[in-house]
């Protein structure tokens, strides 16, 4: 009984009212029924904070609390705050401080002014707008995202009047074609003046609450109310113990499931005589036993209403809107079609950051690992171009032309490693790469002639059975529509006639093996064996799990092999395999010894983390039969491309359900910051993984932990503990029998966690910031918000850098960099796990990004194709071309540019990218047209082989690879650069 009592108050009320609720759930559900009365509803989102808790991790609802306070205030007419109750322990700011500015297509305002004024108001000012409350300001062009909008938008200005408002995708960063009239800019934070900003930062700055930064993102929202006391002009806000003496000022009501020792003196709302909630069950039954009533149906459109199984029944009225109310009274009833939404799924972003910093590590193709210094103008025979400056040993300085940034890339290794510094001029990295281009063609043989043999034997015919359809649709879900088209890929396969050679990637719980599993029911219903193995007991443990609960239905004879089958079992099994009694076998590598009597298909979980001969021996297993390898890291997409031939990929890139995401929280080490976090997900039922990176100290931090929770079950982990023991122990965490797992890093990859929802990186200063994302992806995957802390020792001694990244993954953004950045060092990675054996020494010694490169050429060329990319052209045409810093302030946004500019193989790439630039900074200017020119000529030239483009005075010089060529001379108009320009394009085009 509970919409029905919102109903029956509310019907013919008026008036301002507050429903307190119990959490999100519940007010939505009052929610629906105020829309539904056509009364305004305005809900707060859940804010579980604690009085003067850092609200930065909070940044989002923060914003909607904001923007939804301000739109009940401005509301005309009788109107409902909805308010979960946890909310109303923050301070709520006076209708005063929501002020807003229009701007309107046409209208002059001056830039300074509106700079100023968003400061204030607490917008960010970002070089990117990706995220609610950034701003941008680059001459002019404004790009901001408004709190309460969807997209954010772009303002470009003719001077300093408007010329268009449009709205631009986050993802491309290009606009959408639409203008608007005129867009609203509520603030980020509040309206505050200068007075009011200053003495509130002067506040936070001093205040005695906990928080890694003192600021007003932080803090301010605490001390709003003081400053009344203060006598400064801010206007106080309302307090928890205000709310109960300002609740006469509503008709105020909570609701009955509400624990009300907070309020009081809260009335509880009073129980519906007349109405009451329906549980819906068949709508069809329930509309022809109450045809005396007048039904309702809300349905969000026609469409809806249209593919639902509704009867066609005589005097339905409609309500299209969203939201879902289910009541019935002695004359109404009312029902929905509506599904109550899930949150969405969220998809990777498309938009890559190849964020190069100033003193990263970076790899050359002829010169090796230096670090990069950033980018500098020079000039050069009387013209001007840029450059990127790139330290070798002795501090030796390499300057390489933006023209040619597709020679550098940046240097990744496993774990992180730091390498060393080559030496400029030396021969040694020639020979390096000579001696690991070798090891990559014996490597890129062995992966063809293995993919040769497999297509010397026929496939094994699986054609899909019929019953198939209806094991689909008894998984119990929905599959997402990468797993479908991941189903339907290896289906195919199976009965193209051909062995599948197949390679699923997809993250930790995103559906992999339920894909793996559709593949070998097929195999097993058309009468075939199928096998599944795992590197460890663990992860064929989960996977054997899984396998009893989805075939527990389907007469398949199941079984299971690893260390932990007594020597019986094993004997059995084996000789059940031999002579067919069962269908169906998981394990580990205990499973590379079992015959089979007719095994049609082998998927290998993870193989990369198989040893040498296990590998072998796997190969030799899967060389005639079908093959489905499995991997939770992405695979690079260049290296895709080139293997495509030899082998098959799928990819599912979002979750089977929209995940709570992760809340992070930056703060000082502090023993009793770790206790509480400890607690507070224990009290919640689930278990926490504690990441401490030094084997010395571990032990003693085992006993501070003691210390702190005597009662904790904690098992300990780190590299020195052997691989069987520490096997079991992750069993036995998995299984609930721990609270915590204290260790070096995250043992085990590849696997659900689904109870384990707190994480805290002890030390978190001294990890990357993709390990640091990494680790944080580990939480958070159920259906639980996940929490992690990373703590720093002491925040004095973080340098400014340094603070400022763990303050970016504290804004929790799907699309930051630092989530690309993992992403961008996960697929690398992923490429050298399909590699095979890690050439660990030599990936060291390049970085990743080139070896797999090499490689990538490597197969190209044992295929017998040509390179992808033949060697690019040299431009050296002595001409001013640059991207100018008065159109492209920011060196990262000019760097990045640069970047994509010069890996464009054709010409329609570089077109679309000064579209978007012209889109995002403005019109260009000449070195920059000129710079773009320049790349449009490069791709051209590539194409043509040639090797280089010079010019001196009036001519230009075009030299060919192919040295039986002539090199060939232009003679240009005048020496100036757009006659320079004209003629060498012409000559380009007319090839
Ligand atoms: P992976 O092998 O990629 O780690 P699993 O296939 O084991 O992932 O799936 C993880 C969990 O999610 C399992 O409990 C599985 O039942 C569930 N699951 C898989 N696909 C879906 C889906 N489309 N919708 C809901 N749950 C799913």
């Given at each position: 009984?509970?919409?029905?009592?919102?109903?029956?108050?509310?019907?013919?009320?008026?008036?301002?009212?507050?429903?307190?609720?119990?959490?999100?759930?519940?007010?939505?559900?009052?929610?629906d029924?105020?829309?539904?009365?056509?009364?305004?509803?305005?809900?707060?989102?859940?804010?579980?904070?604690?009085?003067?808790?850092?609200?930065?991790?909070?940044?989002?609802?923060?914003q909607?609390f904001?923007?939804?306070?301000?739109?009940?205030?401005?509301?005309?007419?009788?109107?409902?705050?909805?308010?979960?109750?946890?909310?109303?322990f923050?301070?709520f700011?006076?209708?005063?401080?929501?002020e807003?500015v229009?701007?309107?297509?046409?209208?002059?305002?001056?830039?300074?002014?509106?700079?100023?004024?968003?400061?204030?108001?607490?917008?960010h000012?970002?070089?990117?707008?990706?995220?609610?409350?950034?701003?941008?300001?680059?001459?002019d062009?404004?790009?901001?995202?408004?709190?309460?909008?969807?997209?954010?938008?772009?303002?470009?200005?003719?001077?300093?009047?408007?010329e268009?408002?449009?709205?631009?995708?986050?993802?491309?960063?290009?606009?959408?074609?639409?203008?608007?009239?005129?867009?609203?800019?509520?603030?980020?934070?509040?309206?505050?003046?200068?007075?009011e900003?200053?003495?509130?930062?002067?506040?936070?700055?001093?205040?005695?609450?906990?928080?890694?930064?003192?600021?007003i993102d932080?803090?301010?929202?605490?001390?709003?109310?003081?400053l009344?006391?203060?006598?400064?002009?801010?206007?106080?806000a309302?307090?928890?113990?205000?709310?109960?003496?300002?609740?006469?000022?509503y008709?105020?009501?909570?609701?009955?499931?509400?624990?009300?020792?907070?309020?009081?003196?809260?009335?509880?709302?009073?129980?519906?005589?007349?109405?009451?909630?329906?549980?819906?069950?068949?709508?069809?039954?329930?509309?022809?036993?109450?045809?005396?009533?007048?039904?309702?149906?809300?349905?969000?459109?026609?469409?809806?209403?249209?593919?639902?199984?509704?009867?066609?029944?005589?005097?339905?009225?409609?309500?299209?809107?969203?939201?879902?109310?289910?009541?019935?009274?002695?004359?109404?009833?009312?029902?929905?079609?509506?599904?109550?939404?899930?949150?969405?799924?969220?998809?990777?972003?498309?938009?890559?950051?190849?964020?190069?910093?100033?003193?990263?590590?970076?790899?050359?193709?002829?010169?090796?690992?230096?670090i990069?210094?950033?980018?500098?103008?020079?000039?050069?025979?009387?013209?001007?171009?840029?450059?990127?400056?790139?330290?070798?040993?002795?501090?030796?300085?390499?300057?390489?032309?933006?023209?040619?940034?597709?020679?550098?890339?940046?240097?990744?290794?496993?774990?992180?490693?730091?390498?060393?510094?080559?030496?400029?001029?030396?021969?040694?990295?020639?020979?390096?790469?000579?001696?690991?281009?070798?090891?990559?063609?014996?490597?890129?043989?062995?992966?063809?002639?293995?993919?040769?043999?497999?297509?010397?034997?026929?496939?094994?015919?699986?054609?899909?059975?019929?019953?198939?359809?209806?094991?689909?649709?008894?998984?119990?879900?929905t599959?997402?529509?990468?797993?479908?088209?991941?189903?339907?890929?290896?289906?195919?396969?199976?009965s193209?006639?051909?062995?599948?050679?197949?390679?699923l990637?997809?993250d930790?719980?995103?559906?992999?093996?339920e894909?793996?599993?559709?593949?070998?029911?097929?195999?097993?219903?058309?009468?075939?064996?199928?096998?599944?193995?795992?590197?460890?007991?663990?992860?064929?443990?989960?996977?054997?799990?899984?396998?009893?609960?989805?075939?527990?239905?389907e007469?398949?004879?199941?079984?299971?092999?690893?260390?932990?089958?007594?020597?019986?079992?094993?004997?059995?099994?084996?000789?059940?395999?031999?002579?067919?009694?069962?269908?169906?076998?998981v394990?580990?590598?205990?499973?590379?010894?079992?015959?089979?009597?007719?095994l049609?298909?082998?998927?290998i979980?993870?193989?990369?983390?198989?040893?040498?001969?296990?590998?072998?021996?796997?190969?030799?297993?899967?060389?005639?039969?079908?093959?489905?390898?499995?991997?939770?890291?992405?695979?690079?997409?260049?290296?895709?491309?080139?293997?495509?031939?030899?082998?098959?990929?799928s990819?599912?890139?979002?979750?089977?359900?929209?995940?709570?995401?992760?809340?992070?929280?930056?703060?000082?080490?502090?023993?009793k910051?770790?206790?509480?976090?400890?607690?507070?997900?224990?009290?919640?039922?689930?278990?926490?993984?504690?990441v401490?990176?030094?084997?010395?100290?571990?032990?003693?931090?085992?006993?501070?932990?003691?210390?702190?929770?005597?009662?904790?079950?904690?098992?300990?982990?780190?590299?020195?503990?052997?691989?069987?023991?520490?096997?079991?122990?992750?069993?036995?965490?998995?299984?609930?029998?721990?609270?915590?797992?204290?260790?070096?890093?995250?043992?085990?990859?590849?696997?659900?966690?689904?109870?384990?929802?707190?994480?805290?990186?002890?030390?978190?200063d001294?990890?990357?910031?993709?390990?640091?994302?990494?680790?944080?992806?580990?939480?958070?995957?159920?259906?639980k918000?996940?929490?992690?802390?990373?703590?720093?020792?002491?925040?004095?001694?973080?340098?400014?850098?340094?603070?400022?990244r763990?303050?970016?993954?504290?804004?929790?953004?799907?699309?930051?960099?630092?989530?690309?950045?993992?992403?961008?060092?996960?697929?690398?990675?992923?490429?050298?796990?399909?590699?095979?054996?890690?050439?660990?020494?030599?990936i060291?010694?390049?970085?990743?990004g080139?070896?797999?490169?090499?490689?990538?050429?490597?197969?190209?060329e044992?295929?017998?194709?040509?390179?992808?990319?033949?060697?690019?052209?040299?431009m050296?045409?002595?001409?001013?071309?640059?991207?100018?810093?008065?159109?492209?302030?920011?060196?990262?946004?000019?760097?990045?540019?640069?970047?994509?500019?010069?890996?464009?193989?054709?010409?329609?790439?570089?077109?679309e990218?000064?579209?978007?630039?012209?889109?995002?900074?403005?019109?260009?200017?000449?070195?920059?047209?000129?710079y773009?020119?320049?790349?449009?000529?490069?791709?051209?030239?590539?194409?043509?082989?040639?090797?280089?483009?010079?010019?001196?005075?009036?001519?230009v010089?075009?030299?060919?690879?192919?040295?039986?060529?002539?090199?060939?001379?232009?003679?240009?108009d005048?020496?100036?650069?757009?006659?320079?320009?004209?003629?060498?394009?012409?000559?380009?085009?007319?090839?």
């Open positions: 009984m509970y919409q029905s009592d919102v109903y029956e108050y509310l019907k013919g009320v008026e008036g301002e009212h507050l429903f307190i609720c119990e959490n999100d759930k519940e007010a939505i559900e009052v929610e029924v105020v829309n539904f009365l056509g009364v305004g509803a305005f809900r707060l989102p859940d804010l579980r904070v604690e009085e003067g808790e850092d609200l930065r991790p909070y940044r989002e609802e923060i909607q904001l923007w939804v306070l301000s739109q009940f205030y401005e509301a005309k007419g009788s109107k409902v705050l909805i308010a979960p109750f946890h909310t109303l923050l301070p700011p006076k209708p005063e401080l929501f807003k229009e701007i309107a297509f046409g209208e002059v305002f001056s830039v300074s002014q509106m700079k100023e004024k968003l400061y204030l108001w607490g917008y000012f970002t070089d990117m707008v990706t995220q609610k409350g950034e701003v941008s300001f680059r001459g062009i404004i790009d901001i995202f408004p709190i309460q909008a969807s997209t954010p938008y772009r303002i470009s200005l003719f001077d300093e009047e408007v268009s408002i449009s709205p631009y995708r986050v993802d491309t960063q290009k606009r959408v074609s639409d203008e608007l009239e005129s867009l609203l800019l509520p603030p980020a934070f509040l309206a505050l003046n200068q007075e900003y200053e003495a509130l930062k002067r506040r936070c700055e001093v205040s005695a609450y906990e928080s890694f930064v003192k600021d932080a803090l301010g929202l605490w001390h709003l109310g003081e009344a006391q203060e006598g400064t002009t801010l206007a106080p309302k307090r928890l113990g205000e709310w109960r003496d300002a609740l006469e000022e008709y105020s009501f909570a609701t009955p499931r509400l624990d009300k020792s907070f309020f009081l003196n809260l009335s509880t709302l009073p129980e519906a005589k007349h109405y009451r909630d329906v549980v819906v069950a068949d709508m069809n039954k329930l509309i022809s036993a109450h045809q005396d009533k007048e039904i309702t149906i809300i349905a969000k459109n026609q469409t809806l209403v249209r593919s639902s199984t509704l009867d066609s029944f005589e005097g339905l009225h409609f309500c299209y809107q969203e939201g879902v109310v289910n009541i019935m009274g002695e004359n109404v009833l009312i029902l929905s079609l509506n599904k109550r939404q899930k949150s969405k799924r969220v998809k990777r972003p498309s938009l890559v950051l190849d964020a190069l910093k100033v003193g990263d590590y970076v790899v050359h193709e002829n010169h090796g690992v230096g990069f210094k950033g980018i500098e103008k020079r000039e050069v025979l009387g013209a001007t171009s840029e450059f990127v400056v790139i330290h070798y040993q002795n501090e030796d300085a390499l300057l390489i032309p933006v023209t040619s940034l597709e020679s550098i890339e940046r240097y990744v290794a496993e774990g992180g490693a730091l390498p060393v510094l080559d030496r400029m001029g030396k021969a040694s990295f020639k020979k390096l790469k000579a001696k690991v281009k070798e090891k990559l063609f014996a490597i890129a043989s062995q992966i063809i002639n293995l993919s040769a043999q497999r297509h010397l034997h026929k496939g094994i015919l699986l054609q899909t059975p019929p019953e198939h359809f209806s094991f689909l649709h008894r998984a119990g879900f599959h997402t529509p990468d797993q479908k088209r991941a189903i339907e890929e290896v289906l195919s396969d199976l193209s006639g051909e062995m599948m050679d197949r390679l990637s997809a930790v719980g995103f559906g992999k093996t894909v793996a599993m559709n593949a070998m029911f097929v195999a097993v219903k058309s009468g075939y064996q199928a096998m599944m193995i795992a590197p460890t007991t663990l992860l064929s443990a989960q996977h054997f799990k899984s396998m009893q609960e989805r075939f527990a239905k007469e398949i004879r199941l079984a299971k092999l690893d260390r932990f089958c007594t020597a019986k079992q094993k004997r059995e099994t084996l000789e059940g395999l031999k002579e067919g009694r069962i269908d169906l076998v394990g580990t590598h205990a499973l590379l010894k079992a015959a089979f009597k007719n049609a298909l082998v998927v979980d993870e193989e990369h983390k198989f040893g040498v001969k296990q590998k072998e021996a796997l190969k030799e297993m899967s060389v005639n039969v079908h093959l489905l390898s499995m991997s939770a890291t992405p695979i690079p997409r260049s290296l895709n491309l080139a293997l495509s031939e030899v082998k098959k990929f990819e599912i890139l979002t979750p089977p359900m929209a995940r709570q995401g992760v809340r992070t929280f930056v703060k000082q080490y502090d023993d910051v770790i206790k509480e976090a400890i607690l507070r997900e224990l009290r919640r039922g689930g278990q926490v993984f504690y401490f990176n030094s084997i010395a100290g571990i032990e003693e931090k085992q006993e501070v932990l003691k210390h702190l929770l005597p009662t904790l079950r904690m098992t300990v982990l780190h590299s020195k503990i052997s691989a069987k023991e520490t096997e079991e122990e992750m069993l036995k965490f998995e299984k609930g029998e721990y609270d915590l797992l204290l260790s070096t890093s995250i043992v085990e990859s590849g696997i659900h966690m689904p109870h384990a929802n707190t994480m805290i990186v002890d030390g978190a001294r990890f990357g910031m993709a390990d640091l994302h990494q680790l944080r992806g580990r939480v958070g995957r159920g259906t918000e996940g929490y992690c802390y990373f703590m720093v020792e002491s925040k004095e001694q973080l340098s400014e850098n340094a603070k400022r763990l303050l970016a993954l504290e804004s929790h953004s799907e699309l930051g960099s630092g989530a690309v950045l993992a992403f961008h060092d996960l697929e690398i990675r992923g490429g050298g796990n399909i590699i095979g054996e890690a050439q660990s020494g030599h060291k010694q390049i970085g990743y080139l070896y797999l490169r090499m490689l990538e050429d490597a197969i190209l044992l295929r017998g194709k040509s390179k992808l990319t033949s060697s690019a052209t040299d050296k045409l002595a001409i001013d071309a640059y991207l100018s810093e008065s159109v492209i302030f920011e060196d990262r946004l000019r760097l990045e540019l640069y970047r994509r500019l010069a890996h464009c193989e054709n010409v329609a790439e570089v077109y990218i000064e579209e978007e630039m012209v889109d995002r900074f403005g019109t260009l200017d000449r070195t920059t047209r000129q773009l020119d320049v790349m449009v000529m490069k791709v051209l030239a590539t194409q043509q082989e040639i090797v280089k483009i010079s010019s001196y005075g009036q001519r010089f075009i030299e060919f690879a192919h040295s039986e060529k002539e090199r060939e001379v232009l003679q240009a005048s020496k100036d650069d757009d006659d320079i320009i004209a003629v060498t394009m012409q000559y380009l085009k007319k090839k």
